[in-house]
């Protein structure tokens, strides 16, 4: 079992429509949770973080975190091509030795 | 510089030729990270340094792979006698520390490198 799992897609979510994506994790001990976007050819990109149980929202995405459930998803309200990019969720656990674990990501498309 | 710098941002090594590639964190940035990532695939994490120390080497794939980060701000991660599966991307990333709000890390441009 990997350390953090994403479904790969491609996710395909029309133009306004909200578009989920969705990560569970193995390591009960994980503390602090990340969404990074990345467009093909550049570097993850920092678009949300969340640390509690519930939802954090920030503009047009919503992150939300279910320990109980080892479970992370991102929700993008009134989706733009522009989001269109790879969605990579990361897992860390910050006491000691750091290991920011990454899923392999969910390729997500908006269709105009 | 406001952000995490690699160096070189590409670099073709002939199967056998040993490469160095430099990471330059943000200012002040204790943790720091190396990761691999082949294409289609999320990062793979490779090792982490707190400062100079370096707490975590599990994910470096082989002997052939060495990373220093000697007075604790630029990383050099190293690859000898390269081969044809070491053709990736690296990416370094760095954080403002370890505690649980500082963990937020912020990744360089990447250096591909192509084993031919």
């Known amino acids: 079992q990997k350390e953090v799992e994403q479904n790969s897609g491609p996710l395909s979510v029309p133009e306004g429509a909200i578009a989920s994506l969705n990560c569970t994790y193995s390591d009960r001990g994980s503390q602090s949770f990340f969404w990074y976007r990345q467009y093909s050819g550049k570097s993850p990109e920092l678009i949300m973080s969340?640390?509690?149980?519930g939802d954090k929202e920030d503009g047009r995405f919503t992150a939300q975190l279910n320990k109980a459930s080892q479970y992370v998803s991102l929700l993008i309200r009134d989706s733009q091509p522009s989001d269109s990019a790879t969605y990579l969720c990361?897992?860390?656990?910050?006491?000691?030795?750091?290991?920011?674990?990454f899923g392999q990501g969910t390729r997500l498309t908006i269709n105009p | 510089g406001a952000g995490v710098s690699q160096s070189p941002r590409y670099k073709v090594a002939k199967r056998g030729q040993d490469v160095a590639l430099r990471c330059d964190p943000i200012?002040?940035?204790?943790?720091l990270f190396w990761y691999q990532q082949a294409l289609g695939q999320g990062p793979e994490f490779l090792t982490y340094?707190?400062?100079?120390?370096?707490?975590?080497k599990s994910g470096l794939p082989s002997d052939r792979f060495f990373a220093e980060r000697p007075e604790g701000s630029v990383s050099t991660l190293k690859i000898q006698r390269t081969q044809q599966e070491d053709s990736a991307v690296y990416l370094c990333?760095?954080?403002?520390?370890?505690?649980?709000?500082?963990?937020?890390?912020?990744f360089g441009q990447g250096t591909r490198l192509t084993v031919v």
């Open positions: 340094f707190q400062n100079e120390a370096q707490l975590d």
């Open positions: 200012s002040g940035h204790v943790s």
């Open positions: 990361a897992v860390n656990r910050p006491q000691g030795a750091q290991k920011l674990v």
């Open positions: 990333a760095s954080s403002l520390g370890a505690s649980q709000k500082n963990t937020e890390a912020f």
């Open positions: 969340i640390y509690s149980n």
